[in-house]
């Protein structure tokens, strides 16, 4: 007979297990339910009892959302998804690469300089401390006054600003966790200072950096209110657009919703896959002090 410890420990991992399949279960089935969705025909979105898996699979919701079409939302017309993604992309990739730099030259000066003192350490951070709806108005009167509405580059600083107390923190307990000795033994070579941050610091902080990255840029991608009161009638991004299918009037379009919705997790879901094995360590990078 099987020994009653070794029988116990076998039941136990066989609970543990069927917990974890069951929480899986319910956390990806959001993620099943829109991939469905996305691909089934319109009779098939409110369909009762509902229709798990589409007899009938077809691609019109991405040609929808991505080409555009008439009759969208009462007769208008639709011109598709692309455009706003494209804007996204530069928008988002931009902004987020001005917050790393001006991040990391941040970061470096209060790690290692104590630049300003405590207070001015903590004033970088008051931009996160206001609700976002509470800066829009003070901004958009900002902008209108230096023409930055409905502008690229307005919205590029209004995403840089927003997300560059994430990027200094960030950063700067990364570099908390390298050893001076090693810029020291630099600049007693002569190394010049840029050439020690590029060259010798962020290759040791390259975990932490590139889950900053992803970070920061995920912020940018999703963010919704600032573009929708600053840029909306000139610039139209990824998240207008799934605004419009939230509308009033085209409230029951849940296929190109479910579409839109994926695509726009497309970029993220890439970026995340490729640098996965930075994350974890990046993500704790730092979190041990030696």
Known sequence: MMPKRTWMRKVKAGLKYSMLLVVSGI????????????????WEWVAFPPVWVSSEPTLFNYEFVVFGAVGYAQGKSFQGALIPYLNS????????????????????????????????????????MFPPMA???????????IGALDTYWGLI???TGFTLPYSVWMVKSFIDSVPKEFEEA?????IPLWRIIINIVMPLIKSGLIATILFVFILNWTEYPFVLT???????????TLGKFFSIEAGTYYGPQTAL??????????????????????????????
């Open 27 to 42: 956390l990806l089935f959001p993620l099943f339910w829109m991939i469905m969705t996305s691909i089934k025909p319109q």
């Open 89 to 128: 992309v530069f928008v988002a990739g931009l902004s987020t690469l001005f917050s790393i730099v001006l991040g990391i030259l941040a970061a470096y000066s209060i790690s290692r300089y104590q630049t300003g003192g405590a207070s001015f350490q903590i004033s970088v951070l008051m931009p996160r």
């Open 157 to 159: 600083i209004v995403y």
């Open 230 to 240: 600053l840029a909306s009638r000139r610039i139209d991004t990824i998240t207008l």
């Open 186 to 190: 630099a600049m007693i070579d002569g």
């Open 135 to 145: 800066m829009i108005i003070p901004t958009m009167v900002f902008f209108q006054i």
């Open 261 to 290: 919705g994926i695509l726009a997790a497309i970029p993220t879901i890439i970026i995340g896959t490729l640098i996965h094995r930075y994350l974890v360590f990046g993500f704790t990078f730092g979190s041990i002090k030696k």
